[in-house]
DNA sequence: TTGTATGCGTTATCAA
DNA sequence: TTGATAACGCATACAA
């Protein structure tokens, strides 16, 4: 009953395991043991198999490994809404870790709104055996998001803008201090009528950014009105109604930090239209570091914070487990956002 | 410490075929039948078991497909640069195609200058073994990576800015027509004198766009010198460059159309930083309208094409032989740009 | 150190 | 119209 399984290697499908041991005169399991590098085994027989693997360039079928270790190879990003350069950097950062590797990254968009959510994301890890997921804020903020992944048995590692869990399933900027720092600057400058437009309830970054603003303020004892405070969505639309608010305080406000550099654009738009002088008459201070940012005029000055190395960082704490040189006490939890000084602020005139 | 995690299945690991055909009192493969809605099977017994699946939530497993069907439920992005809000509104129609299907998207980067560009595509499609792919330009003008997906037998459809394949492979846009009527609608504003900033080289869409401005100028019978020709690469900095050189140029252009917004900004910038006025001085015309070409001052008159409805498009003809409901007929190969018109665009003013 | 037998969840081939 | 049974490619007890 030995039937050789026919030869059948047209150019196009790809050799099997089988392939490979019968090629190299061995069983499958040991095949599979270089593969996984697993188990001890002559060191005359692994490199006749890696040989062999080498000249055929056999590369082990994911969807057969997928079913019998009933784990998929594949990293989940789950995101809602933010903006299109963040998630953007964010895939960059996860593909940069998972080059070379066996995993692939696939995108998940979800309604942080639906009273479905979490069944909606445990469907979609379970659906695909997911092998880890990465989370974006605001959902990442959900202590009951995390919860379910750990239900499930899907590692998962959360971003977002203050530490909301341990090193091993978060990678978090610190937006309070960020901002404390860029506000500084502004007082530095000479500033003390100073306005915010904040970003949506809910959103732990809007209220980390809020933060930081307010102990700025505190530490230079300026008073912070009610009336200096505008609330926004993150949305440049929502940032034109708060700069309109904004800008007929008397006496108006001679800097304006908005909560990122959406709503900062919209701030500058909203001058523009009122024949504002930026940043003469009044100075913008935004959030994000944006491609937008340095397009604008004046280019925006802005808290840039490293997207992608957390990117990269994120999808390294879930993979390591299954790829070796990743040295996971390297692999930081904490990541520092930067003060990118551009022209859109500057002393206040009067 | 790299021992493999166990999969801790959650309490209610899901059911499988053999837990729904044993429910239903009949064999795995009937169950089959009704999950993939093929062959004949008695009313009866199809109503049992259909009322077995939604009883249990049964879900089948999509790596056990893969593997039997030696084809995964795949969809793949490949993508080499292009601007992140194209790519993010692309992901969008394609995952609004994929939504309440079995079907998930995995993103994949590829450097288009790279030796090893097909090989690294057909590697990524033959391991993922992916149902289908959707190409991005400029790599899906490139007709040797068209053939590659048929040769290892992947569906894919191109997505460009001309038609470059059959109606079953291809979603394009018409930029041609689209700038031809944009670039009229400067001249109606009373511009002669107009500059171009072209896309780079060996991407198609940068010469459909000089082609349709080359069209409107010939119709109405200016001349283009070389001189108001600029080169960039699509880029905020080349449009910087480029925009230097129409800006010596005596007299001055009264008008630029910029082959991407990401440059048109970049023209915007510069004038201002000549103090020149936009649009009384210089009108400006944009191509794309990203985001940025509402958020700039004045805000960009640019070509707006329908991208989330051509990703949408795209997986609809991948899919459609696995899901029911999807008219391929109804399916279009072409999609019409249309002008949106803001601010930076006037009459020029001598 | 290596091999055998079996399972993972599904589809496909035939026969009933 | 249905059902045994064999793939699909890999991993893992358990032997040898």
């Known amino acids: 009953m030995k039937g050789e399984p026919k030869p059948r290697m047209a150019a196009a499908s790809k050799p099997t395991i089988n392939d490979i041991a019968r090629l190299a005169g061995v069983s499958k399991k040991t095949v599979s043991r270089v593969i996984n590098q697993s188990g001890s085994l002559n060191q005359d027989t692994r490199e006749k198999i890696e040989a062999v693997i080498r000249e055929t360039g056999y590369v082990p079928n994911p969807q057969a490994r997928a079913l019998a270790l009933g784990r998929n190879f594949l990293i989940g990003l789950v995101h809602d809404n933010p903006n299109a350069q963040m998630i953007l950097n964010m895939q960059q950062g996860i593909l940069d870790a998972l080059r070379d590797t066996e995993f692939a990254m696939v995108v998940q968009p979800v309604n942080r709104s639906s009273p479905s959510l979490i069944d909606d994301m445990r469907e979609f890890i379970v659906r695909q055996r997911l092998y880890g997921v990465v989370i974006l804020p605001p959902i990442s903020e959900n202590d009951a998001v995390a919860q379910?992944?750990?239900?499930?048995?899907?590692?998962?590692?959360?971003?977002?803008?203050?530490?909301?869990?341990?090193?091993?399933?978060?990678?978090?900027?610190?937006?309070?201090?960020a901002v404390r720092d860029a506000t500084r600057f502004l007082i530095e400058q000479g500033h003390r009528n100073i306005a915010i437009v904040t970003g949506p309830q809910g959103f732990r970054s809007a209220a980390e950014r809020l933060?930081?603003?307010?102990?700025?303020?505190?530490?230079?004892?300026?008073?912070?009105?009610?009336?200096?405070?505008?609330?926004?969505?993150?949305?440049?639309?929502?940032?034109?109604?708060?700069?309109?608010?904004?800008?007929?305080?008397?006496?108006?406000?001679?800097?304006?930090?908005?909560?990122?550099?959406?709503?900062?654009?919209?701030?500058?738009?909203?001058?523009?239209?009122?024949?504002?002088?930026?940043?003469?008459?009044?100075?913008?201070?935004?959030?994000?570091?944006?491609?937008?940012?340095?397009?604008?005029?004046?280019?925006?000055?802005?808290?840039?914070?490293?997207?992608?190395?957390?990117?990269?960082?994120?999808?390294?704490?879930?993979?390591?487990?299954?790829?070796?040189?990743?040295?996971?006490?390297?692999?930081?939890?904490?990541?520092?956002?930067?003060?990118?000084?551009?022209?859109?602020?500057?002393?206040?005139?009067?």
């Open 148 to 177: 379910m992944c750990a239900e499930v048995g899907c590692r998962y590692v959360r971003m977002g803008s203050a530490v909301l869990d341990d090193s091993a399933h978060m990678v978090a900027s610190n937006d309070r201090d």
């Open 211 to 350: 933060a930081g603003f307010e102990d700025a303020l505190a530490e230079a004892k300026i008073k912070l009105p009610r009336s200096h405070r505008a609330g926004g969505e993150y949305t440049f639309e929502s940032g034109l109604a708060a700069t309109e608010q904004l800008l007929d305080i008397s006496p108006r406000p001679t800097a304006i930090f908005a909560s990122n550099d959406e709503m900062a654009a919209a701030v500058l738009y909203a001058a523009r239209m009122r024949g504002i002088m930026v940043p003469d008459e009044l100075s913008i201070l935004g959030f994000d570091d944006t491609p937008i940012a340095a397009r604008l005029w004046p280019p925006l000055t802005t808290v840039r914070w490293p997207i992608v190395a957390m990117g990269r960082s994120a999808a390294h704490k879930l993979i390591a487990s299954a790829v070796s040189g990743i040295d996971l006490d390297n692999e930081p939890s904490e990541f520092l956002s930067t003060l990118v000084r551009r022209g859109s602020v500057a002393p206040p005139k009067q």
